[in-house]
Structures are given as C-alpha cells and as structure tokens.
C-alpha cells in the first residue's frame, strides 16, 4: 500500500497558516503579560489584606485549576453575551486564557513569596517600610527569581492551550488547520505542518525565557533558584 | 526624660510567659547591655521595644514614641529607632549601596541624590566604601554585618538595637563589627545591645542588665555587675562561660 | 428550544461517565508507555536514551490536540479507522506516556544516590538494585507528582470531541446549543469536572505533605 502525502495544497494556504500563528503569538503573548500582572495583584492582595480576601483568591484558583480550560473557554464565549458583553471569539480567548493563566501563575509565584524568609519582611518593616513597600521592593523579585523556571514552563503551556480556542472557531493556528483541512481534504499533511510549527514555537518560547531569566534575576546577585517539580497542566 | 522607658512589660508565646514584668530605663547617649542565658527572654525583649514582637500588657516609650499597633505609628517610630540582627538579612537582590539607599528613599522620601550622599557617607562610617556596588553574597558575614549597620545608620536613628549581632560571625570577624559598634558608643548614639560579648559589655556598656527566666535579674553599672555579682544566678553565668 | 431540565442534566451526567472511562483507559495504557519510556530514558543504551528523550520532548512541546490529531490522521493514512472510544484512549495514551515518563523518570532520579552506592555495594545486579531499592522508594516519590497528572488528564479529556467522541465537555456544548442557557449548562459540567478533580488535586497535597513530613528533613 503506497501513501500518497500532497503537501501542495496545504501550502497554497499558507497566508492563512501566518495569520495562525501571528493570532497564536498574539494571544499567549497577551494572555502572558496580563495574566501575570493580574497573577501579582492577586498574590499581593491575599498577602496585604485580611483572611477573607486570601480565601477569595484560593478559591478562585481552586476552580479555574480543576476545571478544563475549553469549559472555561465556552463560559466566557457564551455567557458573557447574555450579561450584555458583544464579544468575538478572539476576545473571548483572550480572556479565558489570562484568567486560566493568571490562576496558575497565582499558585507559583505564591509559593515564590511563601519561600522568602520572614527575617526579610522583618528587616523591611523595620526600616519604616510599608507592608506594600516591603512586598514590592523586597519580596517580589526574588520570589520571581526562584519560580522563574517553574512560571517559564507555565508559560509554554498556555502557548500550546491556545489551540484549544479553535474549539469556538478563533483563526490562530489549530483554527487554521481546520479551515485548511475542510478546504484540501489533506488532513495528515496539515497536521504535520502545524504541529511543526507548534513544535518550533513552543521550543523558541522555552529559550527566549530562558535567556530573559538570565537577563533580569542575573546569578551574579544572589538569587536563589528553586525549580519546581512537574508544574501544572491545563 | 529617658531614650527608653519600660514600664512592667508581660509577654506571653501561647501558653509560656517569656517577660514577666520587666521594667528599664536607658538614657539618652548611654549603652546598655544585656546578658543571659538562652530562654531568659532578652532577645523578645528587644525586639518588643521596635514592635516586632507585641507585648500583652506593660508600657514602652522609645524615642519620645509609645508603642501601640497602629501602623502608622509603628512607621513614625521605626524611623528613629534602627534594628541590627543576627543573621544580617541584608536583601540579597540588591547592591550594598542600594540595601542603604532604599529606605531613607522610600520610607523618608528624601532626595535620591541627597540619599545617595548620606548612604557613602554611613558606609565610611563602617570602612567599607569600597563595596558600595558589592552585592552582599560576595561579601564575609562580618562585612555582612557593618552593612546592616549602615543601612540602619541611614535612617539617622536616635536609638539602635542590636540583636546577637556577633553570634552568628566567625570569631576572627566578630572584632570588626564590635570596632564599628564601640565607635558609635563612643560618639553618643543610644544602644541597647543583647550581646554574649561579655568584655565588650564591661568595657563599652555604660549598664548591664542580666536577665534570667523572664524577669531582671540584677542591673547596674557595667563595672560593677562584672566584677561583684549580687545573685547566685548572675555568678554562676558569669562563671560557667556558657552561654 | 428545550429548558434545561432533568432529562438533559442526565445526558450530561451519562457522558461525565464515559470522561472517567476514558480517564481510566488512557490512564492504564499510557501507564504502560511511561514506564517503557523511563526505562528506556534511564537505559546504558545511548540510543534508546535519547531516542526516548526525543520522543517526550516533541509530545511536551505539542498542544494536546495535536497529538490526537497526529495519531487520529496517522493511523487513517494505514487505512485503520478505530472507532472513537479507542481513537480517543489510544492518543490521549501517547500524551500521558511522555508526561508519566518524564515524572517517574525525576522520581527515580530523586532517589539519593546513596542507595544505589549501599546496594551495589550488596552485589545486586541492576536489574535487582531497581527491583528491590530503587522502585519501591521511586514510588512512593513518584505519588504525589502522578495523582497530580491525573487530574490534567481529566481535563485533557475535555478536547476529544475532534475525533467524534462525546464526552463530558462535548455534551454540554450540545446541549448549550439545544437551550441556550449557557451558565446553568456549563456551570453543571464545571461543578462535575470539579468533583472529580477537586478531590484528586487534594490528595495529591496530602501525600506530598506526608513525603516530606516522613523525610525527615
């Protein structure tokens, strides 16, 4: 039996495999930055207000990490319409994946706080500081520091779940598999092409962290580095 | 009117009473020692006197400051009362000159240029200009410790605390950062120190108080302490060396 | 337009089953996989060791959805079209035995080399130093870690509607299409999802507690 791969098709569409991967980048690259800043206002909230509102957070993260992230997804994408939010697929990703994200990020970079010894926290607060001055100038960057590897790896991870926003037709990369795959009926060759694709983008993203971690919690200062074993999956 | 007034202080931890009523003056410009064993409740009590640990009943005045837990307060009075401790805690993500910079800046609000000037100056004041951009793991714990001195000297404090500050060192490096201490002795700052440095509380501390099971034990003149104890406790310390 | 009502609740109750099963299946033969691939991780083979390291990492750097795809339309290339049950096991079971590989993997490594410095010094061959010291002790590492993927199985399972399966998540996009009630429909399949996972994820906290508390360091 011969199998006969064609791949012509699938390139001719490769303007819509660009946009793919322009929207996959686009997305975790935004759900990144947003969900970590939103991840350390959270951290900074349970640690500076009272008991309620760290039992708030915990449960916040609680739900969003032991329920799938596309039930989330169809949550927000059909939801929120009916509470009067117009929202297109893409923003609807958008969202799901910077609160997924910032749950996760929430558990790491609290347990990078947790970590710090508390004779920092005395040192600051005796120096006049303010709680918010001690966790912002003191705490903060080396907690980073330590689950850097661990929040690196999160990070991956949400790259590789945007793929399930194809689920509510959002054109990134696996969106654009399934257009591509109902037009030329060459399901294999496009799988290939995109998982290729996934494949490099997910490589480049580990090393580009890698080399920012490098860059900002330098070894030189100090920082002790705590990897984290296994870190959580979608 | 005293640097320090304790007034009666009670200080439990869950069921264990650690002061049991301990009342002490300190003047202004003077240094006070004090000695015991460990458990005998000194180091609480210094760290009840700059609010890091909270007293259940008793009155303390530091300062021209009354501790209470009002935060703000607490803040006022942590500006004019510095804290040295044992384990240095200097933040390992910063430089040496910016552990001294960050707290005139942020917590004082002063000038960065102006903080600038004051944290060389301090840490002159400790012999180490040279380290001013050192990051603290580079550095031995001694040169450790006159860092923390000078980061708690920048906040140009009328008291200073010193917890154990030798206790962790190596003994060749203990002697650097009783220099740097003797000098601010000598140049009028108000300390209280709990120390196991025994000559160095009979030779620099203007009074020593031996603490023991919670309570003073005996206090007075460090000349006198030294050389007649009262109590058998204080002798048996003194005598034992174990400390 | 239907209400959500018992009979719909049901069907997604029923189909909250087949998740499980799945779970179990993919569970099971990918246990088998992850086991074979930390062997082979582990092995004085410098081929089969990186030949496995190869193999985890593409599996690691690939959405779980490729994954089912690869297998799905690999095998279809032969001509085999499984039926979706066993199309869903088969790829979900590739995705877990990489990350099941890669967790007992760091837990055999974990063990501290001194028991392998004490059992050889026994005379045990390899083959008896990881029956008898190492994998026992590699166990009772590897449990916390394990439970813990369990649960991002679980929610793995939400994606294989693609190859024609319908699971928990997929009845609720079908019945979220016949009533129109999204929060109630896919606020019922959250609250089953975090049943199943809620528990699992605490108890993988409890064992880690009591690996640490029995360490002794």
Known sequence: ????????????????????????????????????????????????????????????????????????????????????????????????????????????????????????????????????????????????????????????LMLLASSICSFISVPELSGAAAIIEQRTFRSFETYIIVTCTYLLLALSLKALLFWLGRKFFPQTSGLARIETKGGARR | MPAVVIENVHKRFGPVEVLKGVSLNVEAGQVAAIIGRSGSGKSTLLRCINGLEVCQSGRIEVAGHVLDQDPRRLRELRKDVGIVFQSYNLFPHLTVGENIMLAPRIAKGLDTADVRILAVDVLAQVGLSEKFDAYPDNLSGGQQQRVAIARSLAMQPKVMLFDEVTSALDPELTGEVLIVMEKLAKAGMTMLLVTHEMSFARNVADTTVFMHQGKIWEAGASSEIFAAPKTIELRSFLSAGTY | MTTFGWPEFLFILRAAGWTLLLTAVAFAIGSLGGGALAIMRLSQSHFLSRAARAYILVIQSIPVLMVLFMSYY?????????????????????????????????????????????????????????????????????????VGFLVQLVKNTSIVSVVGFVELSRAGQLVNNATFRPFQVFAAVATIYFLICFPLSRLSRYLEGVMHASRGH
Do not use: C
């Open chain 1, 1 to 156: 039996m011969r199998i006969q791969l064609q791949f012509e098709p699938v390139i001719a569409e490769l303007d819509l495999i660009l946009h793919g991967i322009l929207l996959t980048i686009g997305l975790s690259a935004g759900a990144i930055i947003l969900g970590s800043a939103l991840a350390i206002l959270l951290v900074g909230f349970k640690s500076l207000a009272g008991r309620w509102a760290g039992a708030l957070v915990d449960a916040y993260v609680e739900i969003m990490r032991n329920t799938p992230f596309l039930v989330q997804l169809f949550m927000i994408f059909f939801g929120l319409p009916l509470l009067g939010f117009r929202m297109a697929g893409t923003e609807a990703a958008l969202l799901a994946m910077t609160l997924n994200l910032a749950a996760y990020s929430t558990e790491i970079i609290r347990a990078g706080v947790d970590s710090i010894h508390k004779s920092q926290t005395e040192a600051g607060l005796s120096l006049a500081l303010t709680r918010l001055q001690v966790f912002r100038y003191i705490v903060l960057k080396p907690a980073f520091a330590r689950v850097w590897p661990a929040l690196s790896s999160q990070f991956v």
């Open chain 3, 74 to 146: 690999g095998l279809s290339l032969f001509g085999i079209e499984l039926p979706a049950f066993f199309a869903a096991s088969a790829s979900l079971a590739i995705y877990v035995s990489a990350y099941l590989a890669e967790i007992w993997r760091g837990s055999i490594e974990s063990v501290p080399f001194q028991q392998w410095e004490a059992s050889s010094s026994l005379a045990l061959t390899r083959t008896q130093q990881y029956r008898y010291v190492i994998i026992p002790q590699a166990i009772r590492i590897s449990l916390p870690p394990t």
